[in-house]
């Protein structure tokens, strides 16, 4: 198979993007248009049309077959779909006469030429596209793609694989039934999720591979759920089987002293290099949850990430290195059932084309059961296929009958060479059958009998292929059976080595191997910069060309207005605070990416990190041009609308490198809602689970301004919950997740520069602001930021008199400065205000530290604008009193079913509330 490279130049052809003002003559770091050259209009051939013209009526019964075809396809291993009617293919309807000879040249694309009698085309067609593969093409986005998918399907059914193929495909599905067989054998109780029935995807992967080596694809990467994982895993990815087995006796698949309480053995991964015909190919297999389809956004991030790292494709300085997806490959393996029902599917699916999302097109495997749990088809989607999600986009499927593993290594050759081609996406659907229930120790005839009588009387995939292949002379049953004894007894010797294996540390290798496991206490990082060297990042953060218009407004509110704080050293709002740490830490060898729905101005148009020229629509991002030689850049993704499949993409791009600074901020704090499953999954837990380190930040906005229920909180809640921060003993740094909420300019700064200061990775929530943006009180000063600052967990009090302080009141975010305001107005100089800047880890020294300034204090209250049964007060009021040996008072909003209230009266009502009981104590 040619390289990408190759077979672009060959054609002629790359996809186009379909937008035409996502443009900028610097450049947008993170998408090279170079990379997406102008679409070449097409053509088909003038004799080739002349003769679809002077024999239409044919060439209307060819675009049928093309086109509905695969209703009468024998795609199903079990014989139980019925075969749509199919009108459309129907000669008559065409006025085609049965005594007539025709022509197929130029029309069909068969190996057997000449003049043909009407019943001989029909069977020639039906040969074609009504076999054991049938293809779905019609609906693709241009008449290249139509016609060259159609002529190379047709050339495929005379593609022949040699003996020596077939005997390797024999080989590596009786063994992955073997495998299937031993576990049964060995470990009665396990669910493993066999292979059994969808063994031809063992002959899937093991042709994947070797088309990746010779298209000089250096590094593939997959998501795959349950189902099969362990013989993709035993079979081909060299994973340890001792290790495995391991597992499935109860020990922890990594060493004793690993930080990690492991996941179980259906969602084992592996990081390996193969190697074929002498070249190595790296193969990551991501870790997956058990929510099914959770782990393909993911593992679409990381390949962008792995992009990233080897700067090739939208990360490329050269031409050369310039094509996406040259270099890595993305493979999805979906379930049939999942795959129509999980909105996560839509979602990624709709980021292949987008700028700052694209990775050059995935590999998608559907191993079709033709059943969920206990679930059929029937009743288990709408349309016909489980895979008729793929035409939204524009992406072809190849359906196979799994019975047949040498078509499924065909409809992949096919497939490969239609991404390498045209760099999309393109699925293959596997149809199949499951020969257990969901797990083995279910029995799927409580609630489909009549599916089971079929599967039970059926015999295996690989025992019917190698008596196929012995009926043809191709292969002797003796070598099979003596090479899967062979097999076995290697089991066997595994299964005795169990119990003694030593797993091996594999995480924290490679580009990670300079970081470490997070300590056990709270660390302390100087996150300061000079000053001058600020000074210079924000004067060149709102830098533009000479011939660039930029909006009037901005002129004034954002450029001369960030100018003029510069220029006095104080009254840094947050924008500012915020460019200037992405600089330095882009001067110090990091690459940051800013992704969201419109993070480029900002939901609160505060940011502006991505200019657009009034006159031209171009695009222009400032702190990409600090430097003439500049080596490490900004890359503002501005994201669909989307959060799951979004936030997981991030979080993906944040496993691969620990040298990005990755951050996704959602537009309001509430709506990470929709990313629930990947926060669960994998932001909170992915390190407890798997050793990943992540140092994704969340950006939240967060804050009670009368926006209504979903415009108010970021559900500090959860994430306070999901942390394993300990009420009854002191945090250290190896706590899964930071939550921090803060109140100052300064503090944001150096919490983005610790992410990638520390030498260790930790999730960052931040419960961002939204009206503290633009305060003129929540602004900081450029010493607040020089060398030997840092983040302070906690702020004291430093206008109240300690000795005349007889009530503290404790609080976080921008409730701080409401609280403040009151206490001037009442004059209360007998209160002091302490702010939590970050609640987990808990900082239980700092905070006795602070109060313990506060001699004569005899009440402690803890002040929220959330209600009760919300925001820190659960998590607060424990520790305290466990850590810091302080009894809380609780002053704030009473128990609530919503995060807040709609009525803009009720809300002030709400707030007079909170400052009376805060201060009547």
């Known amino acids: 198979m040619l390289s990408r490279s190759a077979f672009l130049k060959s054609t002629g052809f790359i996809h186009r993007l379909p937008r035409s003002l996502y443009h900028a003559k610097t450049g947008i770091y993170g998408y090279k248009p170079a ?13 080739v049309l002349s003769k679809r013209i002077e024999n239409a009526a044919l060439s209307q019964l060819v675009e049928a077959y093309r086109s509905h075809g695969h209703k009468k396809a024998k795609i199903d291993p079990l014989g139980l779909q019925v075969p749509s009617p199919t009108p459309e293919l129907n000669p008559e309807l065409y006025g085609l006469c049965s005594t007539s000879k025709f022509d197929l040249s130029g029309i069909l694309n068969t190996a057997d030429k000449g003049s043909k009698s009407l019943d001989e085309v029909i069977s020639a067609l039906e040969s074609i596209y009504c076999g054991a593969t049938s293809a779905e093409c019609s609906h693709l986005e241009t008449l290249e793609e139509r016609e060259w998918f159609a002529q190379k399907f047709e050339e495929s059914r005379s593609w022949q694989l040699t003996d020596s193929e077939k005997i390797e495909i024999a080989k590596l599905i009786a063994k992955s039934q073997s495998f299937d067989n031993f576990l049964a054998t060995k470990f009665t109780t396990l669910k493993r999720y066999s292979g059994e029935g969808a063994e031809s995807m063992i002959a899937f992967f093991n042709e994947l591979f070797k088309l990746s080596s010779n298209s000089n694809i250096e590094q593939v990467m997959i998501a795959i759920a349950h189902r099969g994982r362990l013989n993709l895993l035993s079979g081909l990815l060299d994973y340890p089987k001792a290790l495995m087995f391991r597992k ?3 020990k922890t698949e990594y060493p004793e002293s690993a930080p990690s309480t492991g996941d179980v053995v259906s969602h084992l991964y592996q990081s390996v290099d193969l190697q074929y015909e002498g070249k190595s190919l ?20 990381k390949v962008r990430g792995r992009q990233q790292t080897l700067a090739e494709g939208d990360y490329s300085a050269s031409e050369q290195e310039s094509i996406v997806g040259q270099k890595v490959l993305c493979v999805q393996v979906h379930g049939d059932a999942a795959i129509s029902a999980q909105g996560v599917i839509q979602e990624s699916l709709g980021l292949w084309n987008l700028p700052h999302f694209r990775v050059g097109g995935s590999i998608h495997l559907v191993i079709n059961n033709q059943l969920g749990f206990t679930t059929p088809a029937e009743q288990g989607r709408s349309s016909l296929y489980s895979t008729d999600i793929a035409k939204s986009n524009g992406f072809p499927i190849l359906h196979v009958n799994g019975d047949h593993p040498e078509e499924v290594v065909k409809a992949l050759r096919l497939a490969m060479s239609y991404r390498q081609t045209f760099g999309k996406d393109v699925f293959v659907d596997l149809i199949c059958f499951r020969r257990w229930g969901h797990n083995e120790l279910d029995d799927p005839s409580f609630t489909n009998p009549g599916l089971y009588s079929i599967i039970g009387s059926k015999p295996s995939v690989p025992d019917s292929y190698v008596q196929k292949l012995s009926e043809e002379g191709i292969l002797d049953k003796e070598t099979i059976s003596k090479e899967v004894s062979t097999y076995y007894e290697a089991l066997n010797n595994s299964l005795k080595e169990a119990d003694t294996h030593e797993p091996k540390q594999f995480h924290l290798q490679a580009h990670w191997k300079d970081l470490v496991d997070a300590p056990s206490h709270i660390s302390t990082w100087d996150t300061g910069v000079d000053q001058e060297l600020l000074r210079f990042i924000a004067a060149k953060s709102v830098q533009v060309p000479e011939d660039f218009k930029v909006h009037s407004t901005l002129l004034k509110s954002h450029i001369g ?22 600089g330095s830490l882009m001067t110090q060898g990091f690459n940051v990416r800013l992704c969201g729905q419109d993070v480029g101005r900002g939901t609160f148009s505060h940011r502006h990190a991505m200019l657009v020229d009034q006159n031209t629509d171009q695009l222009h991002v400032p702190l990409n041009c600090i430097y003439s030689d500049q080596k490490h850049f900004l890359e503002v993704a501005n994201s669909p609308l989307s959060e799951e499949a979004v936030l997981a993409f991030e979080y993906g791009m944040s496993i691969e490198n620990p040298h990005s600074l990755i951050v996704w901020e959602a537009q309001f704090g509430d709506f990470y809602n929709g990313a629930q499953i ?30 209504g229920p979903e415009h108010s909180s970021c559900h500090m809640e959860r994430f306070l919950q999901s942390c394993d921060s300990k009420e009854d003993g002191i945090d250290g740094d190896n706590i899964n997740i930071q939550l921090a909420h803060p109140t100052t300019p300064a503090q944001y700064f150096h919490l983005l520069r610790r992410q990638m200061i520390r030498n260790f990775r930790k999730p960052l929530i931040i419960a961002s602001p939204k009206v503290l943006l633009r305060l003129p009180a929540a602004t900081s000063s450029l010493s607040e930021m020089a060398p030997g600052t840092s983040f302070q967990p906690v702020i004291g009090d430093q206008q109240a008199d300690p000795n005349k302080v007889d009530k503290v009141i404790v609080c976080c975010g921008k409730h701080y400065y409401t609280l403040v305001n009151e206490r001037q107005r009442l004059q209360a100089d007998n209160i002091a205000i302490v702010r939590i800047e970050q609640l987990c880890p808990f900082p239980a020294e700092e905070i006795q530290l602070n109060l313990s300034k506060f001699k004569n204090a005899k009440k402690f209250v803890w002040s929220q604008e959330e209600h009760q049964n919300m925001g820190a007060w659960f998590f607060v009021a424990p520790r305290f009193a466990n850590l810091v040996g302080c009894n809380l008072t609780y002053a704030g909003r009473q128990n609530l079913g919503t995060p807040a209230v709609g009525v803009g009266q009720i809300h002030q009502a709400e707030v007079k509330m909170i400052m009376e009981n ?3 104590f």
């Open 248 to 250: 499935m006796r109860g």
């Open 282 to 301: 790296h193969v990551s297999l991501i870790p997956n949850p058990s929510h099914l389809e959770a782990n393909v956004p993911v593992v679409i991030g």
């Open 678 to 707: 990947m926060i669960d999954t994998y932001v909170t837990s992915g390190e407890v689970k798997w050793l990943l380190q992540s140092g994704l930040v969340m950006m939240l906005p967060h804050g009670y301004d009368g926006a």
């Open 561 to 582: 207005s960030r100018l003029k704080k510069l220029e006095e050293g104080a009254g840094v709002d947050w924008a500012t605070s915020e460019a200037m740490a992405i």
């Open 35 to 47: 990379a997406q050259q102008t679409l070449q209009e097409f053509k088909v051939d003038r004799e």
């Open 918 to 920: 805060t201060f009547s």
